[in-house]
C-alpha cells in the first residue's frame, strides 16, 4: 500500500500574523526581566507621582547609570508600562500603572508576579532534563526569586480579601475567631496568611508549618516584626503538629504538594469534629477549555515549570497541578473522608473552598 503526502498550503498571511505574534512574545520575556529590575532599582516607584522625568533626572534619583535607565525607559514605552513625551523627551508611569507597579498592598500589584516567574525560568536547562527523565525538582531548589516573587503576588489578594471576605464566606469561622479558636496554617512559606489572621483575630491562635527551613525561618522574623504572636514549624503537609484545630489553611499549596490526599487525611484527623478547612487554590476550570485565558495560560506555565514537577519531587507525586480546578480537589477531599465541599469566594486568581468533615 501507497501513501501518497498530500502538500500543505501555508496562508503567508496566518504565517506573518504569528511571526509577529511570537516577536511579540519575546519582548514580553525581556519585559519580565525589565520588570524585576525596574522594582529593584526603585524606577517605577521614583517615576510614581513624579509627572515625567528624563532619564537623566530617573537616573540621578535612582542612583544609577543613564545610558542603562534610556534603553530601559524606551523598553517600557514600547510596551505601553510608560508613556513618552516626545515634545519634551519625558516619561510618565500612568496612575493605573503605578497602583499594579508600586503599591504593594494593592490586589492589582504585579512585580511579585514577574519575579516569580523569572525566577522560574532561570531552571529551564533542568527543566529539560526532568522533562525526559520525569524527575521532579523541588521547591527549595529554585532561586529565591520564585520565594519572594511567590509572597509578593499572593500576599496582596491575601490582604485585600482574607479577612474581609473570603473568611466571612465560611459558616461560622469568623465567630469562632473572634471567640478564640485554634488555626493551622499548612504550607505557610513566608507566614504572611498566618500573620494576616493573627492581626486580625488576637483572641486566636495559629501555628505555620512549612517543609522549607528557610521559610520558616523568614516567618518568624516577619512575625517578630509585626509584633503577633504566632508559631512556626519545620513540617510537611502530612506530619504538623497539634490536634483538635477549629480552622486549617492551605493557601495556594495544595497542589504542590506530592501527597495532596496524605495532606487531607492529615487536616481530616487534625481537624475539630465541627472544624473547617479552607482551601485556596489558583483560579481554574475543570476542563482545559475553561482555561484556555491569559489567566489560565500564566498557571499553566508555572504548573509545567515550577508546581508539577516540585509534586514530582515528592513521596507519591500525584501532580495535580496549577490549574487541577474545583472537580479534582473535591476528589482529593472526598478520598480522605471528607462529606462537605464547595466554592466559597472567588477571585479573578483565585478560588476558596470550604471543606468540612
Known amino acids: 500500500m501507497t501513501t501518497i503526502d498530500q502538500p500543505v498550503t501555508v496562508d503567508g498571511d496566518k504565517l506573518m500574523q504569528f511571526v509577529f505574534q511570537a516577536v511579540g512574545e519575546v519582548g514580553a520575556t525581556l519585559n519580565a526581566a525589565l520588570v524585576v529590575m525596574g522594582d529593584k532599582l526603585g524606577y517605577y516607584r521614583t517615576l510614581a507621582g513624579a509627572g515625567g522625568l528624563t532619564p537623566a533626572e530617573l537616573a540621578d534619583r535612582t542612583g544609577t547609570h543613564e545610558r542603562y535607565v534610556r534603553?530601559?525607559?524606551?523598553?517600557?514605552?514600547?510596551?505601553?508600562?510608560?508613556?513618552?513625551?516626545?515634545?519634551?523627551?519625558?516619561?510618565?508611569?500612568?496612575?493605573?500603572?503605578?497602583?499594579?507597579?508600586?503599591?504593594?498592598?494593592?490586589?492589582?500589584?504585579?512585580?511579585?508576579?514577574?519575579?516569580?516567574?523569572?525566577?522560574?525560568?532561570?531552571?529551564?536547562?533542568?527543566?529539560?532534563?526532568?522533562a525526559r527523565s520525569g524527575?521532579?525538582?523541588?521547591?527549595?531548589?529554585?532561586?529565591?526569586?520564585?520565594?519572594?516573587?511567590?509572597?509578593?503576588?499572593?500576599?496582596?489578594?491575601?490582604?485585600?480579601?482574607?479577612?474581609?471576605?473570603w473568611l466571612p464566606a465560611l459558616d461560622g469561622v469568623v465567630a469562632k475567631l473572634q471567640r478564640g479558636a485554634k488555626v493551622a496554617d499548612i504550607g505557610c512559606g513566608h507566614g504572611a496568611s498566618t500573620i494576616l489572621m493573627a492581626q486580625a483575630f488576637p483572641r486566636s491562635t495559629f501555628?505555620?508549618?512549612?517543609?522549607?527551613?528557610?521559610?520558616?525561618?523568614t516567618a518568624r522574623q516577619r512575625a517578630a516584626d509585626a509584633?503577633?504572636?504566632?508559631?512556626?514549624?519545620?513540617?510537611?503537609?502530612?506530619?504538623?503538629?497539634?490536634?483538635?484545630?477549629?480552622?486549617?489553611?492551605?493557601?495556594?499549596?495544595?497542589?504542590?504538594?506530592?501527597?495532596?490526599?496524605?495532606?487531607?487525611?492529615?487536616?481530616?484527623?487534625?481537624?475539630?469534629?465541627?472544624?473547617?478547612?479552607?482551601?485556596?487554590?489558583?483560579m481554574a476550570g475543570d476542563h482545559v477549555e475553561d482555561n484556555l485565558n491569559p489567566v489560565g495560560r500564566a498557571y499553566y506555565g508555572f504548573s509545567t515549570l515550577l508546581c508539577t514537577p516540585a509534586s514530582l519531587s515528592q513521596e507519591v507525586g500525584l501532580g495535580l497541578g496549577t490549574q487541577a480546578g474545583p472537580a479534582r480537589i473535591r476528589d482529593v477531599t472526598t478520598a480522605a473522608g471528607f462529606t462537605?465541599?464547595?466554592?466559597?469566594?472567588?477571585?479573578?486568581f483565585n478560588l476558596v473552598y470550604e471543606v468540612r468533615p
Open 227 to 282: 509584633g503577633v504572636e504566632a508559631e512556626f514549624e519545620v513540617a510537611g503537609a502530612t506530619s504538623y503538629g497539634g490536634e483538635n484545630y477549629d480552622l486549617v489553611t492551605t493557601f495556594d499549596a495544595l497542589h504542590d504538594m506530592g501527597d495532596p490526599v496524605g495532606a487531607a487525611r492529615r487536616v481530616r484527623e487534625s481537624l475539630a469534629p465541627d472544624g473547617t478547612w479552607m482551601v485556596v487554590e489558583p
Open 71 to 130: 534603553e530601559w525607559l524606551n523598553a517600557q514605552a514600547a510596551g505601553g508600562f510608560v508613556t513618552y513625551d516626545p515634545a519634551t523627551g519625558r516619561y510618565t508611569l500612568p496612575p493605573e500603572q503605578t497602583v499594579a507597579l508600586t503599591d504593594e498592598n494593592s490586589p492589582a500589584f504585579l512585580p511579585g508576579f514577574f519575579q516569580i516567574a523569572l525566577g522560574t525560568v532561570q531552571d529551564t536547562d533542568r527543566m529539560v532534563d526532568a
Open 135 to 165: 524527575a521532579g525538582i523541588g521547591w527549595h531548589e529554585h532561586d529565591a526569586d520564585v520565594h519572594l516573587g511567590c509572597e509578593r503576588f499572593f500576599r496582596p489578594s491575601y490582604h485585600a480579601n482574607l479577612v474581609d471576605s
Open 340 to 348: 462537605r465541599f464547595r466554592v466559597a469566594a472567588q477571585t479573578p
Open 207 to 217: 501555628r505555620g508549618s512549612d517543609y522549607h527551613p528557610e521559610s520558616i525561618a
